[in-house]
């Protein structure tokens, strides 16, 4: 699996300072969600996740933040695919199930590149090509 | 309450194909009946083979995950939330839970080993998906026996021995809990089914969804009321609806002003309910209605929000009600089960039922007729200064017992460890308005010198909720688990004209919060936060154990739980005491002991435990305490204990980032 390693800058807060490395088997220049991909997940993500997890995902009373150390404490490693299996087994809490397959990768690429993944032009339309993209807590 | 059953035979199980015969139990068993131990949800066992003297020597006999592995194995995307609510109970040492996804499963109460597991009605990811709950339902009349659980929008009857539905219930086994609203607002809710001699009852949410989210916040007052329903234990057929917001022709709509009853919604009841199933009564605590935190729209008391109602569950007829806040304006939910006590008072008996909001109080009323055992005053409070608001002009103050948490916001709340940390508090809170208990929320200034919003204490995130309640019958002693948190309240106007709401929160009061336990602080939307580098301005302990003799009204001790902050850099020296952790941790009772574990940061987002936590045992009687033992992550659920084949267990499902969810089983060498 070749890897690729992006650092990046997201917002102004230098808390917010990100690079994430990516193992995946497309392009480093490309990224690995296309931009369309996660601006329809943004839309997802408002309809259905920004009332709990924060519209700017820094969470909620009742739900974690999804960017920052809060996401990458916990995603830290783990495959893009991971982050899919639990969105669309247990999200939204009043309708787990109700999220289509198409959906949830858009939201993963949403929440990804607000981790600071960075987009590329080829969109990802099946899940199993989420199991080989890596997302890994910048060093 | 508790059944203690002596060599009890159990005949082999059937299977589902996920299944191993069910061993004879030739041992002393003590069950756990409901996942709150029994009906009064005391969460009490009267077990003392684990006690003072040799809980240090608790060791970790079995694990078990979220998800059996063989349902993982069906469904490999199936990956439970790390809030992991299921406590189990436990029957003729098997015990039945929500799993991870609100799957049913029967596991043997020694080994943890699995008998059988619930199958979704289609084996599709879509039907396997879900959220864990916070416990099941037991039934039980003459040789019949019954599981009752809810998982989704669908109320489940299951037989106890193979996990199968029972056929002559709902359809197929199930029934839809969709309520009949004229846009179907979908149902959902966490706290499981509630049974009272032959009638099911369901409380949970599902009135806001449908309306723009189910949350208090925002500025959206509209919503549908989360009525309460009683169901046929055998057929599932839906006996009577407790209308939570009254009809048209009913008493009590009146409270609700300018013709707000039409659409306002919400006040579910949250947590558990309780039961005296002599009376045929069963108590329900009700929340706040909906967008708490403006009322201009909806002037009034608004019945039944905020109240304690008791019902007949024969018929759903209303007994008694009190309600603890009036036209609530600052989502002080009763999110507490009602605890049901049998006290000694002034030389008196009665049948008490303990109630309690995120307010800190307790509230206690003969539970036959709703009197309160000792005054509750109407007192005045502060007036609001919200345009079009009519905040209302009393509020019911408990005369005993003593409150278990901070109440209302004064510099002498604010942090003094050095003269530094106080002067910075008090520096952050000058851009806020302080007040008693009860000080309304005001409109967020803009200018440079301006308030940004009225401080509060307890914050929208409460001190009591859920986790907060564990009784002692043989002592009356009440334990309350609480956490000191504050927050601000800043309303700003509606933008939109037409909304009936003129003003309410940008956000909820999630990020006005104070962070501690090491946690970073989330940078707020609207307000400064009330931290000094993830220190809260207000004083500890952050989570803490009160413990009352309820005979006598009064407090007995007062225990930090857990360190909390007391490393925290800016303390560095200062050689202080446990300040407590922050989260929603349940207790559970022994005869000598009191469980209380850290609460994940699963449970609350920005709040809790990250990582490594403990589940402390103290001596009930004097607050100190004896042991802690690790724990991978911290709590999601509440603990409970048992004992089968003469040996006793304690259980309790955890949670959090690095380790996923499930239970973890304690007993003796």
Request: hydrophobic share 35%; net charge neutral; charged share 20%.
């Amino acid at each position: 699996m070749d890897r690729l390693r992006a650092s990046l800058t997201v917002g102004c807060c230098s808390a917010l300072l990100l690079s994430v490395a990516i193992a995946s088997g497309q392009s480093a220049s490309s990224g690995v969600f296309s931009a369309e991909q996660a601006k329809h997940g943004q839309s997802i993500f408002r309809a259905k996740c920004g009332a709990c997890h924060g519209e700017d995902l820094d969470g909620g009373q009742e739900a974690p933040a999804l960017k920052g150390d809060a996401f990458w404490s916990e995603w830290d490693q783990q495959t893009a695919r991971a982050l899919y299996s639990r969105i669309i087994s247990t999200m939204p809490p009043d309708g787990p199930g109700t999220l289509d397959a198409k959906d949830v990768i858009d939201l993963v690429a949403f929440i990804a590149h607000q981790n600071g993944v960075p987009q590329g032009t080829k969109a990802i339309e099946n899940a199993n090509e989420l199991n080989n993209i890596k997302l890994q807590r910048p060093k | 309450m508790q059944s203690v059953r002596s060599s009890v035979g159990l005949s082999l199980g059937l299977t589902i194909g996920i299944i191993a015969a069910i061993a004879q139990q030739p041992a002393k068993i003590v069950e756990w009946r409901t996942y709150g131990s029994d009906k009064a949800f005391t969460r009490y066992s009267p077990l003392d083979q684990i006690n003072r003297d040799n809980v240090k020597n608790l060791r970790v006999v079995w694990t078990r995950p979220a998800v059996d592995p063989l349902i993982k194995d069906q469904f490999p995307d199936l990956s439970p939330s790390n809030y992991f609510r299921g406590t189990p109970i436990m029957l003729n040492g098997v015990l039945y839970a929500p799993n991870g996804v609100g799957l049913m499963e029967a596991f043997d109460g020694a080994t943890g080993k699995t008998k059988w597991v619930q199958q979704p009605v289609e084996p599709t990811l879509k039907e396997a998906a879900g959220q864990s709950t916070r416990g099941v339902a037991y039934w039980q009349k003459g040789n019949q026996e019954r599981l009752v659980s809810v998982r989704g929008e669908y109320m489940y009857s299951l037989d106890l021995k193979t996990g199968f539905p029972d056929k002559n219930f709902g359809d197929n086994g199930r029934v839809f809990l969709r309520r009949p609203t004229p846009d179907e607002a979908p149902y959902f809710g966490w706290p499981g089914p509630f049974i009272v001699n032959d009638v099911i009852v369901i409380g949970g949410n599902g009135g806001g969804k449908a309306s723009g989210g189910y949350g208090d916040g925002g500025m959206d007052p509209k919503a549908k009321p989360e009525d309460i329903r009683g169901f046929d234990i055998y057929t599932g057929k839906l006996l009577w609806t407790f209308h939570i917001l009254p009809t048209p022709e009913e008493p009590g709509r009146d409270t609700w002003g300018k013709g707000s009853a039409e659409y306002v919604g919400n006040m579910a009841a949250w947590a558990s309910l309780t039961a005296d199933e002599q009376l045929g009564y069963v108590y329900v605590p009700l929340t706040a209605p909906t967008a708490s935190h403006y009322g201009g729209h909806r002037p009034g008391k608004n019945l039944y929000s905020n109240s304690i109602v008791c019902l007949n569950v024969k018929d759903g007829k209303l007994v008694w009600y009190y309600q603890l806040i009036h036209h609530d304006l600052w989502e002080y939910d009763a999110a507490t089960p009602p605890v049901l006590a049998d006290l000694n008072v002034d030389g008196k008996k009665i049948k008490a039922v303990i109630a309690s909001n995120k307010t800190g109080f307790l509230y206690v009323f003969d539970r036959t007729n709703g009197q309160p055992v000792w005054p509750i005053e109407e007192r005045p409070v502060p007036k609001s200064t919200v345009p079009g608001e009519e905040a209302y002009p009393t509020q019911p103050f408990p005369t005993k017992p003593p409150p278990y948490d901070r109440q209302g916001f004064s510099e002498s709340d604010l942090i003094d460890f050095t003269p530094e940390l106080h002067k910075q508090a008090l520096e952050i809170a000058s851009h806020y308005a302080m007040g008693p208990l009860y000080t309304p929320p005001m409109v967020r200034s803009d200018e440079p010198d301006g308030k940004r919003g009225t401080l509060v204490l307890p914050g929208g995130w409460g001190s009591g909720n859920w986790n907060t309640s564990a009784f002692d019958p043989e002592t009356n002693m009440y334990y309350a688990v609480s956490m000191t948190q504050g927050g601000s309240y800043g309303i700003v106007r509606n933008p939109d004209a037409e909304n009936p709401m003129l003003y309410g929160l940008l956000d909820r009061p999630r990020n006005q919060q104070g962070q501690q336990n090491g946690a970073q602080a989330a940078p707020p939307r609207q307000v400064s936060p009330l931290n000094i580098d993830g220190l809260p301005i207000w004083k500890p302990p952050y989570g803490r154990v009160t413990a009352y003799d309820m005979n006598k009204g009064t407090i007995v001790w007062m225990a930090a739980n857990g360190d909390g902050p007391r490393n925290h850099p800016l303390l560095k020296g200062l050689n202080l005491p446990p300040l407590g952790n922050t989260g929603r941790p349940a207790p559970m009772l022994t005869k000598t002991l009191l469980f209380v574990g850290d609460s994940s940061d699963a449970v609350m987002g920005q709040a809790g435990i990250a990582g490594p936590a403990k589940l402390r045992a103290f001596d009930k009687a004097t607050g100190k305490v004896i042991a802690e033992l690790d724990l991978p992550v911290g709590t999601t659920g509440g603990p409970m204990t048992y004992m089968t084949n003469g040996k006793e267990y304690i259980v309790v499902p955890v949670g959090g980032k690095g380790y996923g969810a499930g239970w973890i089983a304690f007993a003796l060498p």
